[in-house]
């Protein structure tokens, strides 16, 4: 029996924003995936997610992959990832996550996933979450030889802010530093994430009303939109997370932009390709109801991804930074969102310097 048995929550991060000169932090890349546990004692081999569930069903193709890469016994902690075209592909990975067996066993063929190791948490009959960051990363760095993917790491600033910067453009989601001398704290947040955010000015084109309120008493969030080069206007988000009082504020504010219906970008005829809000998904078989705006007002709000191909969306919520009355929503587009250099996923998982056309 392995001396650490599932469930157990993954050492979690909390977020700072810059990456300080210190010698004191295991830098490595934030990959941006699931994160997963993995348990093999034998035979037995069980993948883990960050709240605790069975992975298993999901990717058949790792449960494949990982016993010819693995000692016996071992535990780790890592990220389970897909690769297109040498970039991380957030969309085809949470597209595993469906009830059809058969549909998890094609897209396992299409799209397959692997995974990433970054800790080791047991091997044979020895725990390591007492062990400090720097003893379990020599440890399991013995274990990258039998083709068992590592994530890089440095203990070097300079580095750990390029691998910032040029690795972004493979899909990854900043940088994670780990205190040199801490053990591995289940569900506490030891580590530290510095992660990339940007702004855009968007257009104000609908709202939720909050939850616990009646409708047009509070708000919950607003509806994001920009537009494409051919001037349709997609849903790329919302923006929320306003205090009680600023809820109410922005409901009576907003109150006069409210519209019935047509003529509205996202009511009055669709075209192809437009995304719009509030639609059936596979996370939601019902719409979301939600009010439309007329879209005269402009927001800038920080974002820290996009995801979804073209045209895009915020993979997260945004965060509201301020109001821009001086900006006309016309001119909200796409072309203002940061686009970074490419860079070969094959190269990031050696920590080398690789960049793409």
């Known amino acids: 029996m392995l001396p650490l048995t599932p469930p157990i929550q993954p050492m979690l991060a909390k977020p700072a924003k810059a990456i300080p000169d210190s010698d004191e932090l295991l830098f490595e890349p934030k990959w941006d995936g699931f994160r997963c546990l993995v348990f093999r004692d034998g035979a037995e081999l069980t993948l883990q997610s960050r709240a605790g569930k069975p992975l298993n069903r999901y990717f058949p193709e790792v449960l494949a992959q990982l016993p010819p890469l693995l000692p016996d016994r071992v535990v780790l902690d890592g990220e389970l990832v897909v690769g297109r075209a040498g970039h991380l592909d957030f969309d085809a990975l949470t597209e595993r996550i469906h009830p059809a067996e058969s549909r998890i066993k ?170 719009l809000p509030g639609g059936i998904t596979r996370w939601r078989a019902t719409e979301q109801p939600w009010v439309p705006l007329r879209p005269e007002r402009v927001v800038e709000v920080a974002y820290e991804h996009t995801e979804g191909g073209y045209p895009s969306r915020f993979r997260h919520t945004a965060q509201f930074v301020r109001w821009r009355p001086d900006r006309d929503p016309a001119s909200c587009d796409y072309a203002q969102l940061d686009e970074p250099a490419r860079y070969d996923l094959d190269a990031v998982f050696h920590g080398e310097v690789k960049r793409t056309r």
């Open 106 to 275: 094609l897209l396992a063929e299409q799209t397959p996933a692997t995974f990433v190791a970054f800790d080791l948490l047991a091997l044979g009959d020895e725990p390591f979450l007492g062990e400090p960051t720097a003893a379990r990363r020599a440890r399991l760095a013995e274990l990258a030889g039998g083709g068992l993917n590592i994530t890089p790491a440095t203990t070097d600033p300079a580095t750990a802010r390029h691998w910032f910067e040029l690795f972004e453009g493979a899909g990854l989601d900043g940088v994670i530093g780990k205190p040199l001398d801490a053990g591995y704290e289940p569900g506490k947040r030891i580590m530290i994430k510095y992660k990339h955010s940007r702004t855009a000015d968007c257009v104000v084109a609908g709202l939720r009303w909050h939850k616990d309120s009646t409708p047009g008493e509070a708000v919950g969030s607003l509806l994001l939109g920009l537009h494409d080069e051919r001037g349709v206007l997609h849903h790329v988000g919302v923006v929320g997370s306003f205090p009680v009082t600023r809820r109410r504020e922005l409901a009576g504010e907003l109150a006069d932009l409210i519209t019935e219906g047509p003529p509205h970008p996202w009511l009055d005829g669709t075209v192809d390709g437009q995304r």
